[in-house]
C-alpha cells in the first residue's frame, strides 16, 4: 500500500513538473545574514584563487612529485567527510553538538532527510524528528540519490577531455578559447534554469568574457618575461607553434559546453530538492565523485608503471597538504553558491578568484604584471556592477 502511495505521489509530481515547464527552479531562502553570505562569497574567492599558487609551491625542478588523481581522491575525500560531519551536528547526531536537547542518530537522521525528499515540502507532512522511519525500497533510494550522478560524471570527463584537447592545440589557445565555457554556463543557466537574463546581464557577461581574453593573454605574455622557477617560457615554447586542428575546435566547444552543463545540473538538482540538507546534497556528490576519481587514480598508477605510487602520499609536502585543505573547503563553498545563488555568481567568483591568482603569483613568484591584467580588472568590476545593479 505504501508502494502505491509513493507511486501515485512520484506521478503526480512528474505530471506537475510537464505542466510548469516555463517556471524558473526556486531559490532558497540565504541561511545566513546577506552581510554573511558576502563575506563567504569573498573567502570563496581567495580560497579558490590559490589553487593555482599551491600548486606551483608543490612542484620540484618544474614537475608535480604526486600524482594528480591521488590529490583530486583526497578532496573529494574530505569534503565527504566534512559534509557528514556538518549534516551531524545539524541534526544533532553527536552528543557534544546537540543544542536542541534533542538526540537523533545519525542513520535516522540521513533516513528522515531522504524520506522527506519523496513527500510534500509542507511541514505538516512531515514526520518528526523523533519517529523511527522503516527503511527506503530500493527504487524509492536510486530515485534520489542516482541523480547526483550526472554531475559527477560530467565533471570527470570534463577533466579527462581537458588532458585530450592539449594533444590538439597549444597550451595558449586551450587557455583563450576556454573562456567560452563562460557563455556556454549562461546559455545553458538560461534554458535549464530558465532565470531570465536581461540585455544589460548579457553585455555584462560578454564583459565577463571579454575579461577572460584579455587575462589569459596577459597572463601568457608575463610568463614569457618572468617565468614561474623550474618552468618554461610559455610564449617561446609556443609562439612559433600556434594550431589547433579540426577535432580541437570540437573538443574545446564539448569541454566549454560540458563545463557549463555539469555546473548548471548541480545547480538544478540542488535546488530541486531544496528541503533536503545542504550538507547531504554534497556528500551525495562527493561520493560518487570519489568513486570515478578512485578509478581514475587507479589508472593513472597503472599508467605510470611505478609501485610506489599505489600510496597516494608519495611526493606529498606541507604545501600538498594545504592545497587538499583549501581546495576542500572551496569545494563545499560552491556547494553553498549552487543552491542558494546560483551559476552566474560562481562564474564572478571564479573570474575574480583569477584576478587575484595573478596578483599572488606577482607576490610569490615575482610574475610582472602588464597593462593588460589592469583592463580585465576593470572589465571584472565594470561587468560586476552592470549584472547586479
Known sequence: MTQNTDSAE?????????????????????????????????????????????????????????LSA???????????????????????????????GTHTSFIDAIRLELRQNLMSSSDASRPPPSLRLPPLTYPQLFR??????????????????????????????????????ILSTAILFRLIIR???????????????SAGFTHSYG??????????PGSASPLASTSHRLHITVLGIFLIALYCTISGLSGVTTEYLMKQRAQMNIHLQNALLYTFGIILNGLMFVVEVHKSGDPAYWNPFKGYTLWTWLLILTQSVSGIFMGFVMKYSNNIT?????????????????????????FLFIVSFLLVCISLFLYHR
Request: proline share 7%; aromatic share 12%.
Open 10 to 66: 512520484d506521478l503526480l509530481s512528474d505530471i506537475d513538473m510537464v505542466e510548469k515547464p516555463s517556471e524558473s527552479v526556486p531559490v532558497p531562502t540565504l541561511p545566513v545574514p546577506l552581510c554573511g553570505w558576502r563575506l563567504l562569497l569573498i573567502g570563496a574567492v581567495f580560497l579558490y584563487s590559490s589553487f593555482t599558487i599551491f600548486v606551483h609551491l608543490c612542484e620540484v625542478d618544474g614537475r608535480l612529485p604526486f
Open 70 to 100: 591521488s590529490v583530486i581522491f583526497l578532496v573529494e575525500l574530505l569534503k565527504l567527510v566534512l559534509s557528514l560531519v556538518m549534516f551531524g551536528m545539524h541534526h544533532g547526531s553527536f552528543a557534544f553538538t546537540s543544542s536542541s
Open 144 to 181: 534520489i540519490v542516482l541523480p547526483f550522478m550526472i554531475p559527477a560524471v560530467l565533471y570527470a570527463v570534463n577533466n579527462n577531455l581537458g588532458i585530450f584537447i592539449q594533444l590538439e592545440m597549444d597550451p595558449a589557445t586551450y587557455q583563450v578559447l576556454g573562456n567560452f565555457k
Open 195 to 209: 532565470r531570465p537574463i536581461s540585455p544589460i546581464q548579457w553585455f555584462a557577461l560578454f564583459l565577463l568574457l
Open 219 to 228: 597572463s601568457l605574455l608575463a610568463k614569457s618575461a618572468s617565468p614561474l
Open 346 to 370: 560562481r562564474l564572478f567568483l571564479i573570474s575574480s578568484a583569477m584576478l587575484v591568482t595573478t596578483f599572488t603569483a606577482m607576490l610569490v613568484f615575482g610574475l610582472h604584471l602588464n
